[in-house]
């Protein structure tokens, strides 16, 4: 354990898994072409809401036979419109190892309330039975668990032959993972996660798969305005062209366009996911030299690259009881951002004790090598106040 204050420290402290660090040299000059004061239905705000899809496309490399809309409510928003407009027709298999697929879990059995509902559920740190899932019924997972760390490592388990559809959460792993968009019929995603941009406004990604139910399923329940994708029986195309269904932020559809040009101009998503993974690694590389840390993720092979969790397993404190555990872990974050070093980078709420580092392709090597010796110089810092204490 390092018992000097470390001498560099992040030029970046912004360590949030969402919304996450802005790119480099982002300055609010960056969004000065904004249609502010102008409607999202003229042709200034149409265009500005177009190219954020075609962007979206070439950077995501999302092939031409799926669709892309721009959708309220965030991630969450574009997950629930998919369900409630999707789901029904087939049985419904949702699959959950943190804090969001649990959302999605709630959704379906205690909300949608499907019959032939099934939950498969496993604890932090773990992914369920990936081969014991029925494609013959309807697949709701996310591909990267934002709040464990663990992310399913790719899509072979997912046949070509499926019956039911896949609804894909991946919130937290577009723009970082390579996602097979053959066996994704639904992919969502929000803009405050791994590119930066502001919150608010989900993006929601369909295959022909998922339109040809939409074209051919009418649910029994009533849809909000805000969940209708068709008209008179058919796909609203408009939707699909920057039409979005409630006015969008053109402050934060410029934030957008000027995070995807920047992806862009590094390289595209082979850059984004090279960033992210040296980012990851920064961090491996400290746990792997540093006894009293580990990963959440017990697999290798589903650790993520973007929200990386972490959890104390120095003998002395797994002695602990919990609360102690938990406040030892939130004193060291605490003592890191009271001293301008790095910020929000602690476990989610309903998380095991630790802490989540954002390694997406927005953030520097450089900030995460600092903030990792900074970590163990407080961790030291806190267990020497602890064993003081008791």
């Known amino acids: 354990m390092t018992t000097t204050a470390p001498a560099v420290r992040p030029n970046n402290p912004n360590f949030s ?44 490399e999302v092939p031409a036979t799926h669709r892309i809309a721009i959708v309220p409510g965030s991630d969450t928003g574009a997950v629930e419109m998919a369900m409630w407009s999707l789901l029904g027709p087939r049985g419904v298999e949702v699959l959950a190892w943190e804090s969001f697929g649990s959302v999605w ?20 740190g773990k992914l369920p039975d990936l081969a014991a899932v029925d494609f013959e019924n309807d697949v709701v997972f996310t591909w990267n668990g934002t709040t464990a760390g663990v992310r399913v490592p790719n899509a072979d388990w997912i046949p070509s032959d499926r019956g039911g559809l896949t609804i894909c959460d991946a919130t937290s792993a577009a723009f970082a993972m390579p996602l097979d968009y053959d066996k994704l019929d639904v992919v969502t995603f929000s803009w405050q996660k791994i590119m930066g941009g502001e919150a608010a406004h989900g993006v929601l990604i369909m295959g022909p798969r998922a339109v040809e139910r939409l074209e051919s399923f009418t649910p029994s329940w009533p849809l909000p305005k805000l969940f209708r994708m068709t008209k008179n029986g058919k796909i609203d195309e408009a939707l699909f062209q920057g039409e979005t269904i409630n006015t969008p932020s053109m402050l934060a559809v410029e934030d957008y366009l000027d995070a995807l040009n920047w992806g862009k101009s590094i390289g595209g998503l082979k850059a984004l996911i090279a960033r992210a993974d040296a980012n990851a690694k920064a961090v491996a590389d400290f ?13 290798p092979a589903t650790r993520t690259n973007t929200g990386v969790c972490l959890r104390i397993v120095d003998p ?9 555990q938990a406040a030892l872990a939130k004193s060291i974050v ?16 309903d998380a095991p004790a630790g802490f989540r580092i954002w390694c997406g392709a927005t953030v520097e090597t450089s900030d995460v090598l600092a903030l990792t010796e900074w970590l163990d110089w407080a961790y030291a810092e806190a267990r020497a106040g602890f064993a003081r204490a008791a």
């Open 17 to 60: 898994s969402g919304p996450c660090s802005k790119r480099p040299g982002w300055s609010l000059q960056s969004l000065s072409g904004a249609a502010l004061g102008r409607s999202h239905r003229s042709k200034l705000g149409k265009t500005k809401l177009r190219q954020a899809i075609d962007l979206t496309r070439e950077v995501l």
């Open 105 to 124: 879990v709630t959704d379906a059995v205690k909300q949608l309330r499907l019959p032939n509902t099934h939950a498969k559920v496993a604890d932090f």
């Open 316 to 324: 002395e404190v797994l002695a602990m009881a919990p609360e102690a």
């Open 287 to 299: 746990v792997e030299r540093t006894p009293w840390i580990d990963f959440l993720a017990e697999d």
């Open 334 to 349: 605490d003592r890191l951002e009271g001293l301008g070093v790095a910020y929000d980078f602690g476990s989610y709420r």
